[in-house]
């Protein structure tokens, strides 16, 4: 099952609204990120990015060939990681920059007649759901190969992660106030997400790594499928028709404590792998005026 939020540790009080830790900083926050989690993670996260409706049909109908992952999967992979780098590491201008280019991308993106539901890739809402996934997930890992966060960093990390939305059009009032806050939205917003069967097999097809060669697929395939079902919650888990029993979640546990401890050893720049390679990417591309997405 999908570890929780800790929000009964992590809630704010009221009596002490001030905090004693400093607010993160793009330079500071890389001590609190872990780069591998963006491989774990990332095609449950999709998932659940993508169980909100509008957001699903908005990849499945996008006539923008160049950024899908099933025609172009290592510039897609590009795309999502600069995506996290620059907006947890980059500065106001960087971030500013690859919002314009992502812009250029999403224009096209909104829904025609013959949708089903309507939707628009700049709708701030669709975004705040987006970057709450995004959220979600790098706390949720984090939570399981570190252990929580003391309150006061939980909550500091938080607030910083507005920017996961605030990169694009998300307005910073619509950010939760706080994790309590945040809690109370996902908990009310997840319970309503589903997956329809058309979204399964798109799902099932990122799983299963098919648009990658057959040899890559043998390799990875399997574990991919064994850590997405351990970190789907579990209404979105059955919905993919998804196995899990106690076996699985003790296998799964030794995993990632494994991972957590080969991690805790590692110097700062080798655990935000790929992350601080895709920044790198980003200012290079940045001042040779290559395209950025």
């Given at each position: 099952m999908?570890?929780p939020?800790h929000s009964?540790?992590?809630?704010?009080?009221?009596d002490?609204?001030g905090?004693?830790?400093?607010?993160?900083?793009p330079e500071?926050?890389?001590a609190?990120?872990?780069?591998i989690?963006?491989f774990?993670g990332?095609?449950?996260n999709?998932?659940v990015q993508?169980?909100?409706?509008?957001v699903g049909?908005?990849?499945?109908?996008?006539?923008v060939?160049?950024?899908k992952?099933?025609?172009?999967?290592?510039?897609?992979?590009r795309?999502?990681l600069?995506?996290?780098a620059?907006?947890?590491?980059?500065?106001d201008e960087?971030?500013?920059?690859?919002?314009?280019?992502?812009?250029?991308s999403h224009?096209?993106?909104?829904?025609?007649?013959?949708?089903?539901v309507?939707y628009n890739?700049?709708d701030p809402t669709?975004q705040?759901?987006?970057a709450a996934?995004?959220?979600?997930?790098?706390?949720?890992l984090?939570?399981?190969?570190r252990?929580p966060?003391d309150p006061d960093?939980?909550?500091?990390f938080?607030q910083y992660?507005?920017?996961?939305?605030t990169?694009l059009?998300?307005?910073p009032?619509?950010?939760?106030?706080?994790r309590?806050?945040?809690?109370?939205?996902w908990?009310?917003?997840?319970a309503?997400r589903?997956i329809?069967?058309e979204?399964?097999?798109?799902?099932?097809?990122?799983?299963?790594l098919t648009m990658?060669?057959k040899?890559?697929q043998r390799?990875?395939?399997g574990?991919q499928r064994?850590?997405?079902?351990?970190?789907?919650p579990?209404h979105?888990?059955?919905?993919m028709?998804l196995?899990?029993?106690?076996?699985?979640?003790?296998?799964?546990?030794?995993?990632?404590?494994?991972?957590s401890?080969v991690?805790?050893?590692?110097?700062?720049?080798?655990?935000?792998?790929?992350?601080?390679?895709y920044?790198y990417?980003?200012?290079?591309?940045l001042?040779r005026?290559?395209?950025?997405?």
């Open positions: 999908t570890a939020l009964d540790d992590h809630e704010s009080d009221p002490h609204p905090s004693t830790v400093a607010p993160f900083t500071t926050i890389g609190h990120l872990d780069g989690a963006a774990l990332g095609t449950a999709v998932i993508l169980s909100l409706r509008p049909r908005g990849v499945l109908e996008s006539t060939d160049s950024g992952i099933t025609l172009h999967p290592i510039k897609r992979l795309t999502t600069s995506y996290l620059v907006a947890l590491m980059g500065t960087e971030r500013a920059r690859y919002r314009a280019a992502i812009n250029e224009r096209p993106v909104r829904s025609s007649a013959s949708s089903p309507t890739a700049f669709l705040l759901w987006v996934s995004l959220y979600w997930g790098i706390d949720d984090r939570t399981r190969m252990g966060m960093t939980a909550e500091a938080y992660c507005a920017r996961l939305g990169t059009q998300m307005r009032e619509m950010w939760p106030a706080d309590a806050a945040f809690q109370r939205y908990d009310e917003n997840l309503t589903s329809e069967p979204l399964r097999d798109y799902f099932n097809a990122l799983i299963d990658l060669p040899p890559v390799i990875f395939a574990l064994f850590v997405v079902a351990g970190l789907l579990q979105l888990r059955d919905e028709d196995t899990w029993s106690d076996r699985d979640q003790r296998r799964f546990d030794r995993l990632l404590r494994g991972i401890a991690q805790a050893r590692l110097p700062k720049q080798a655990r935000l792998f790929p992350l601080n390679i920044l990417d980003l200012r290079r591309r001042r005026g290559t395209p950025l997405v």
